[in-house]
């Protein structure tokens, strides 16, 4: 299909992607049961003219597998050189995948992905409003240049940023370190700011073992070590604070990236950025860098994960990956 807009309404052609999840979930409980044909009869008034819809799978995001993942990027990535697209994904891994794709994409054309709190059989489903909202992204200028999209509850987000911060609630996702890109109401479309695109990445396969590591209060450091010592090629550690730990944590770090194991630096908290110089006490930001570990800046832990398993999978050496990190530390 090639992108192509009516003389008439100016509506510009769309591929809409099915992935499954809620948003595809019929019943009590709730199974899935929708492809994306399906999906869009259901929402009245839809013009599907200008509608082009394939199904990509139908499983719950919390089946999806890196491999599975990996192929799914591919195939939205090859969809997007002919026209936008828009993601029909379950919100419980929505924004690795969206992150994963935006991190292998480098075209105009918007990406949108979104998804469903609430099964499509639901008396106050969310799913058609939320597909709408995305095709309305999908189909603006303004999207485009921007990469990778997150749209649910009528907020657009940087694939890089969303969130899922809520388990229950149609407003579901969240940007907590920029806030949302933008809005739609009543079908329209408005962005109040563009994100720097940074260049895309080509992993051969996500493959690697990455562990992620929480560090809490009165922590020894055992996870780190035990993710070192069973075989994990990269760990992520979301720090205290604004990227602290106690001396355990920190002499745990070092040992790792001195066995060769990459390591990415986190905060715990939701908003926040790892700091610089702030502080000066054994464990804090300033020796956590000073170990060669690599500073994820404003990523949360899991899009820290996508993004080492994105330069292992790349065969990034370690200043390769160093360079990489880079980018999202600034």
């Known amino acids: 299909m090639t992108q192509a807009a009516?003389?008439?309404?100016?509506?510009?052609?769309?591929?809409?992607?099915?992935?499954g999840g809620t948003i595809?979930?019929?019943?009590?409980?709730?199974?899935?049961a929708l492809d994306g044909d399906e999906l869009a009869r259901a929402i009245d008034g839809l013009d599907h003219t200008d509608l082009e819809v394939r199904a990509l799978g139908n499983l719950p995001s919390a089946h999806l597998d890196l491999s599975g993942a990996l192929a799914a990027a591919r195939e939205i990535i090859a969809a997007a050189l002919a026209g936008p697209v828009v993601v029909t994904h379950g919100t419980d891994t929505l924004e690795e995948v969206a992150f994963l794709t935006d991190l292998l994409y480098d075209g105009e054309h918007p990406i949108v992905f979104t998804g469903a709190m609430r099964a499509a059989s639901a008396p106050s489903a969310d799913g058609a409003q939320n597909m709408l909202d995305a095709l309305a992204v999908a189909r603006s200028q303004p999207a485009r240049g921007l990469g990778v999209l997150v749209t649910l509850g009528g907020e657009v987000h940087a694939a890089r940023y969303a969130r899922k911060e809520n388990s229950v609630s149609p407003l579901a996702f969240a940007s907590p370190q920029t806030?949302?890109?933008?809005?739609?109401?009543?079908?329209?479309?408005a962005l109040n700011g563009r994100l720097e695109r940074l260049p895309c990445v080509a992993p051969a396969t996500l493959d690697a073992r990455v562990d992620?590591?929480?560090?809490?209060l009165g922590d020894e450091a055992r996870q780190i070590t035990l993710?070192?010592?069973?075989?994990?090629?990269?760990?992520?550690?979301?720090?205290?604070?604004?990227?602290?730990?106690s001396p355990q944590v920190l002499a745990a770090i070092q040992e790792s990236v001195e066995a060769g194991i990459p390591v990415a630096l986190t905060c715990r908290p939701r908003v926040g950025r790892l700091l610089r110089?702030?502080?000066?006490?054994?464990?804090?930001?300033?020796?956590m860098r000073a170990t060669g570990a690599l500073?994820?800046?404003?990523?949360?832990?899991?899009?820290?994960?996508?993004l080492l398993l994105v330069g292992l999978g790349a065969q990034l050496d370690p200043q390769g990956l160093a360079a990489l990190f880079a980018s999202f530390d600034r």
Do not use: W
């Open 6 to 19: 009516d003389d008439a309404t100016g509506t510009v052609a769309v591929q809409l992607l099915s992935l």
């Open 24 to 32: 595809a979930m019929v019943g009590d409980p709730a199974r899935p």
């Open 179 to 189: 806030g949302p890109l933008g809005r739609v109401v009543e079908n329209e479309v």
């Open 212 to 216: 992620i590591v929480l560090v809490a």
């Open 227 to 245: 993710s070192r010592e069973h075989g994990a090629d990269a760990i992520v550690v979301a720090l205290l604070g604004a990227g602290h730990g």
């Open 277 to 287: 110089g702030t502080y000066g006490f054994h464990g804090s930001e300033r020796s």
């Open 295 to 306: 500073p994820a800046g404003m990523l949360s832990p899991v899009a820290a994960r996508v």
